[in-house]
């Protein structure tokens, strides 16, 4: 009786299954790696523009009618964010006596255009957040 020769095994994987499935794993994690990565600078960017709006609503929280006046200041809150404070008058506003109380003999308000900017740096890129508001301040003028 003759035997037949041994067959080839198909158990295992050969060099080229095994290279191209190392390829495969590799290119997913190159793909996994980017995407942490993409959302650690997201987190911290986000992070960067939520203290810049911070500081930003605090500028605006620091004026009083007292201090409101034409002008523009600039100043570093540290950590890398500077800030503009720029005030400039919109127009002026009638007062009642009545309603306003009769406030020193005023008749009339200062309505002032107040926007303060905030600016950093990230690498190269220069970013910034920027808040308007408009408040009314006193002109000095009586009746």
Do not use: K
């Amino acid at each position: 009786m003759a035997r037949a020769a041994p067959l080839r095994s198909e158990a295992g994987f050969t060099l080229l299954e095994a290279l191209v499935a190392f390829i495969i794993a590799g290119l997913a994690l190159s793909v996994f790696y980017d995407g942490v990565v993409g959302g650690l600078r997201a987190t911290r960017r986000a992070d960067a523009t939520e203290t810049a709006l911070c500081l930003a609503r605090s500028h605006l929280a620091a004026l009083d009618a007292a201090t409101l006046a034409p002008r523009v200041t600039e100043g570093d809150d540290g950590a890398g964010f500077r800030w503009r404070l720029s005030i400039s008058p919109a127009g002026t506003v009638p007062l009642d006596p009545v309603e306003s109380g009769g406030t020193a003999g005023l008749t009339q308000a200062v309505l002032y255009r107040v926007s303060v900017t905030v600016s950093w740096s990230v690498g190269d890129a220069a970013r910034s957040v920027r808040l308007e508001s408009a408040r009314l301040g006193a002109t000095g003028e009586h009746p």
